[in-house]
């Protein structure tokens, strides 16, 4: 791979999420070589990737240059790499672009999306993990609006103008909250010939209340807020199939769309290589230890998304949220700085500093650790929050620019089609997390 | 197609160019239907594709929905459509969503690059006519670097790294211009493994100078930029083949390169259907009168790139610039008002308000009717006039924000390789101009 020998051990790290950068960015210059490797140049902000999806946001302004971030330390490498296997015994990596050896590696992989094995569903819904996802499910969605103009009957029309959303999550929500406001205040006046009040946003919870990792108080909040934006909300309701048409489920309840977003669940994008042992099947995640080591190796860690530590407070692993990837980042850098030094490491735990979701306009969930609040004060903690966690100034500022924008105008002007593949082809590439 | 029946009479405009939004505009509310087709839903600003290229700008803002330009208009449709065929006779346009019969037809579907006839240059070079195309290529000068720090022998890097540019017109010189920056400030820090001083940067023009549209004083002011940015010019030489690897020229030239992007001409996107008589052909551009009427033909218009008008002064044809394109859309609106009225028409005269091109930093080449100006008051006055001509409130504050960014901080933040295709497919995806 043309990584320069050094006398300082090598740390490997796969991923630049939240994790992966966390822990970069901690040991830079700290004798260490480090090499970082993603399937992309660039760090993807995904808690804005709705906004990307539904036209509030360009693409560019909520992701930065994996090398920027990395400018100017020593002894640190940046491969454009897609890792396919880890030989343990030899402490190697496998990729498209040859091995490498390791001292300590770093799996920060994260997450793709989770169909529960159903083959169909897979094949026919559309989900949102990445950038080029995002943009795919843009164009699909304008798409669709431009296809039901030529529709030659009303079932096919309204089949194209109605939206399912399984999962109650926040991503589920955030989503069905902004395509909710296209519907409002953008769909009429781009498509004066449609009947956009014909439009339906459909959110399918499999549990008995969404955003089930929040408070009770943030879940009613926030359904209350998705039906004042006209959103049906279906609870308990399990989605067991889609065939591109018609979507059923495991009660009387079934829908005729032509889109179906998957944001039911995730799974660990795993890399193959490792003991049955470390895994926690179904979900694909990494089972690991207090300080983040992989069960059954020495010198493999795993932080993020794809790590799952059962510790007393959380006997299911931490919430998959980008605090913990950062905090697990910072402090494995740190415990790594003192296996150098001999000093006994320092086990993980989570500070929760809490977590929210925006519906929409003014509309927003906050649980901070001892308060919750929603509402326009917590709209305004959402964006501010979120403001302050991009990575670079411009992007900092572009968003603001374009929230501000977007808050006056009632406008989302990013609604270009990008990419416009064929519907087929596109839904395809919707399947592979890959892209 | 679906288009309702009117009273008036309809003008069906293919294409949403600079051309086909001025007449747009202009016909708002003007007694007759109006239908706009185009293969994409936005609107591009061509002239700053460049910087879309070498990550100086987002798509994004320089791309504008047609649909929100004719928001509110009455009687005004768009559509997303493919034309496929001119059936002159019955007065239809036959495309794949369907047929449309039309009153006027105005043909303003612009130019794609021009490989005249040379397939294999085709197949191997990239041009940059579109938003995606300019962000395929920003992803394929990236991903050159990327494979450089891979190469295993010095060739193959040097290779990688070296660029021709063939055509010496405004994008063949702002390209290099842009690129001789990012070799200037941005590569040497993202790639401190690379010896970036290696990086080569070709200008290969036909004719004997550069930006022959323009003044010599402002070619040789340009040709004095460049080379000071470190960028090799060849004046009289021809580009007779590239292999993907070997370019081979008219004389004792050759270089060796991975990457060829050909902005050497441009050919009118024909629709099949029209006379021959009515096309010029080589470069097919669409013979039109002084009202801008389509030889042979009543009720057919063409203007902007592909229509070739020879006048007194243009015995060759207008030059293909947006100001032509926009003054015949406006002036055939206006026509086509006084014939609904039988008033007599206004023959097309072009008020040339002067060009300019910009090759980097403060270097800017300007050409107005009386005055002939370069460097840093000339880089003020390109952008100023190309940030006023941006569409949309929101495009002109981000791109300014972008710029004056890129200026403080010497950086091109939006390099994110977001079409990241295996190099072979792209460069197919790169020759057709269909994307």
Not at 9 to 34: D, E, H, M, P, T
Not at 362 to 371: E, F, G, M, Q
Not at 380 to 406: D, E, P, Q, R, T
């Amino acid at each position: 791979m043309n990584i320069p020998s050094s006398p300082y051990k090598r740390i490997v790290i796969i991923g630049g999420g939240f994790a992966g950068i966390s822990i970069a960015k901690k040991l830079r210059n700290k004798k260490y070589q480090v090499v970082l490797l993603d399937k992309h140049n660039y760090h993807t902000f995904q808690p804005l990737l709705y906004q990307v999806a539904t036209g509030g946001l360009e693409p560019d302004s909520i992701a930065y240059p994996i090398r920027k971030v990395i400018q100017e330390y020593d002894n640190f490498y940046f491969r454009l790499a897609d890792v396919k296997e880890i030989d343990a015994k030899q402490n190697l990596i496998l990729s498209d672009i040859g091995d490498l050896h390791y001292d300590y590696l770093i799996i920060a992989t994260g997450t793709k999306t989770n169909y529960f094995g159903n083959k169909e569903i897979e094949r026919n819904s559309m989900s949102m993990k990445t950038i080029p996802q995002s943009l795919n499910l843009r164009s699909y969605i304008l798409e669709n609006f431009e296809q039901a103009l030529l529709a030659d009957d009303e079932i096919e029309r309204e089949n194209l103008m109605n939206f399912v959303l399984v999962g109650g999550g926040p991503t589920g929500v955030e989503l069905a909250g902004a395509l909710a406001e296209m519907k409002k205040a953008i769909l009429p006046k781009d498509y004066p010939d449609l009947n956009i009040d014909k439009m339906q946003i459909n959110l399918i919870q499999s549990g008995d209340r969404i955003l089930n990792t929040m408070t009770e108080k943030s879940s009613e909040a926030s359904e209350k807020f998705l039906k004042s934006l006209g959103v049906s909300i279906y609870k308990n309701v399990r989605v067991t199939g889609y065939d591109g048409h018609v979507v059923t489920t495991n009660g009387n309840l079934s829908f005729n769309t032509s889109t179906v977003i998957w944001t039911a669940g995730v799974q660990g994008k795993l890399i193959s290589g490792l003991n049955k042992d470390a895994i926690f099947e179904r979900i694909d995640r990494i089972k690991v230890d207090e300080f983040n080591k992989v069960k059954g190796y020495e010198n493999i860690f795993a932080i993020g998304d794809i790590a799952i530590m059962e510790t007393e407070k959380y006997p299911q692993g931490h919430p998959q949220m980008a605090q913990v990837a950062i905090q697990q980042g910072v402090l494995l850098a740190e415990n790594l700085i003192k296996l150098r030094k001999n000093e006994p490491l320092k086990p993980f735990e989570y500070n929760d500093k809490g977590s929210m979701a925006t519906i929409g306009r003014n509309k927003a969930v906050v649980d901070l650790p001892k308060y919750h609040f929603n509402g326009v004060f917590a709209w305004f903690v959402w964006m501010f929050v979120h403001l302050i966690s991009l990575i670079g100034f411009k992007n900092k500022a572009v968003v603001f620019l374009n929230w501000v924008y977007n808050y006056i105008r009632f406008d989302r002007e990013a609604r270009l089609i990008i990419r416009p593949y064929k519907r087929k082809a596109m839904q395809q590439s919707f399947t592979t997390d890959e892209i």
